[in-house]
């Protein structure tokens, strides 16, 4: 067998030249893909929040069209989880408040001490801006209606009925997105 002499392998400059380089590239392109799980994490609790409010309507609607329209006072402040047909991967629940802080972040739950649905944003991975806020972002049930009689809660018959919303409480600025540096 022959041996040529002119193969050899990397020198020690060679090999940290090459890691250097490429240790540059995967933090550049880190920089970049971050952000890109936070984005991710906001589009997947507008889905959710889009679903939610379709199982909402929907449900309304099985009670207007079945003839129980009065009874849709009864879906304020309920857990909007348990009309959809399958809830969500990361829902972990109904909790009460003291019970909350075991849910891990990134997953919603239920508050039954507040009749809320709760979303434990997680920590952002890309930059954030100081007027970002870490607080959960909560729901509740509502039912919309003209109340002509003053009495605060919908009554049948005597207040209009505009229909059933989820409504954004608490923690939902990060929804709206980031706001695109302009010329």
């Known amino acids: 067998m022959i041996i040529d002499s002119r193969?050899?392998?990397?020198?020690?400059?060679?090999?940290?030249?090459?890691?250097?380089?490429?240790?540059?590239?995967?933090?550049?392109?880190?920089?970049?893909?971050?952000?890109?799980?936070?984005?991710?994490e906001r589009v997947g609790v507008?889905?959710?929040?889009?679903?939610?409010?379709?199982?909402?309507?929907?449900?309304?609607?099985?009670?207007?069209?079945?003839?129980?329209?009065?009874?849709?006072?009864?879906?304020?402040?309920?857990?909007?989880?348990?009309?959809?047909?399958?809830p969500p991967g990361n829902y972990a629940g109904e909790f009460h408040s003291s019970e909350a802080a075991a849910v891990p972040r990134r997953n919603w739950y239920f508050d039954l001490s507040t009749r809320r649905l709760v979303y434990r944003k997680g920590r952002p991975f890309g930059n954030?801006?100081?007027?970002?806020?870490?607080?959960?972002?909560?729901?509740?049930?509502?039912?919309?209606?003209e109340d002509r009689n003053g009495s605060g809660s919908f009554e049948p018959g005597a207040d209009e009925l505009w229909g059933i919303r989820l409504h954004r409480v608490a923690g939902t600025e990060w929804l709206a997105g980031r706001k695109q540096a302009g010329p």
Not at 26 to 32: P, Q, T
Not at 53 to 79: F, V, Y
Not at 128 to 145: G, I, K, L, M, Y
């Open 7 to 40: 193969i050899r392998g990397f020198s020690m400059l060679e090999l940290v030249l090459v890691i250097s380089i490429i240790g540059i590239l995967l933090a550049v392109a880190l920089g970049r893909l971050l952000p890109y799980i936070d984005e991710a």
């Open 46 to 86: 507008l889905t959710t929040e889009s679903q939610i409010r379709s199982a909402l309507t929907m449900s309304a609607a099985k009670r207007i069209a079945g003839g129980r329209s009065a009874t849709i006072g009864e879906l304020d402040g309920t857990n909007p989880m348990e009309l959809m047909l399958e």
């Open 128 to 145: 954030t801006s100081d007027n970002e806020t870490d607080a959960d972002t909560e729901f509740e049930v509502r039912v919309a209606f």
